[in-house]
């Protein structure tokens, strides 16, 4: 083998190896600056986690106050929902919400579900809404979130016990209004829960339809 072969595959030898080397120490370097410090990539401790508070308030209600979030329908497409305490009580996802108006009663004391039902004001028979309302028991919370029509059907009657509930606004709902509000039996005061937006083709956020209307809040134990 001549001596020049040999100095030639040194030579190769050399820089492979110094390659290999480059090559070990970027990589590791690479790797040190993509892995987080330990304190930063561990699991938060239980302490600081922050708790979600009920129905995704952005925060808690205080101590003898009941959380609720109450979402109107989207035009005539998407239902309405309901949370109340945590709780889904009406939602297109539990398929207990329809067209027209969606009423939940609750008792205001516990802040258990009595019941709930869903009224179709544009073709349903107005009667069977008459004797919901008229039935509810004192110290209840009323509920209701609107959807597609809470209008067509409404008459004085129905006005007169909506507005005894503390609605500001049923005397007026109409023709695909979009409509949410709390009340509660023989609420002697108009109720600070309630939004409305009437159905006006100018402002309309749907064609057809206003937007839909998020109430939520904090409602005080035993409203009355
Ligand atoms: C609400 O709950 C209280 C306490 O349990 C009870 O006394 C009352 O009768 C309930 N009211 C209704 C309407 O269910």
């Not at 003898?64 to 497409?77: D, E, M, P």
């Not at 516990?110 to 107005?126: A, E, N, P, R, V």
């Not at 016990?161 to 709902?173: D, E, I, Q, V």
Request: hydrophobic share 40%; net charge positive; with cysteine.
């Amino acid at each position: 083998m001549r001596a020049s072969v040999v100095v030639r595959l040194l030579v190769l030898l050399f820089a492979l190896v110094t390659t290999c080397m480059f090559l070990r120490t970027y990589i590791s370097v690479r790797m040190k600056t993509i892995r987080l410090p330990p304190w930063l990539g561990a699991a938060p401790t239980p302490a600081i986690q922050t708790k979600q508070s009920k129905c995704s308030l952005s925060k808690p209600c205080p101590a003898s106050y009941f959380a609720f979030k109450i979402c109107s329908g989207a035009a005539n497409v998407v239902g309405p929902s309901m949370c109340f305490e945590n709780k889904v009580i009406m939602s297109p996802v539990k398929n207990n919400v329809g067209r027209g108006l969606n009423i939940a009663l609750v008792n205001g004391s516990t802040g258990m579900m009595l019941k709930h039902s869903s009224f179709d004001m544009y073709s349903g028979d107005i009667n069977l809404l008459i004797k919901f309302l008229k039935e509810i028991p004192e110290g209840t919370l009323v509920l209701v979130a609107s959807y597609d029509d809470p209008g067509t059907k409404m008459n004085d009657e129905t006005r007169n016990l909506f507005s005894n509930l503390g609605s500001s606004y049923a005397a007026k709902l109409g023709f695909r209004d979009s409509w949410v509000f709390i009340g509660a039996k023989n609420l002697k005061s108009k109720t600070p829960f309630e939004q409305y937006l009437k159905n006006n083709p100018e402002t309309n956020k749907y064609e057809g339809w206003p937007e839909l209307l998020e109430l939520e809040g904090c409602v005080p134990q035993r409203m009355l």
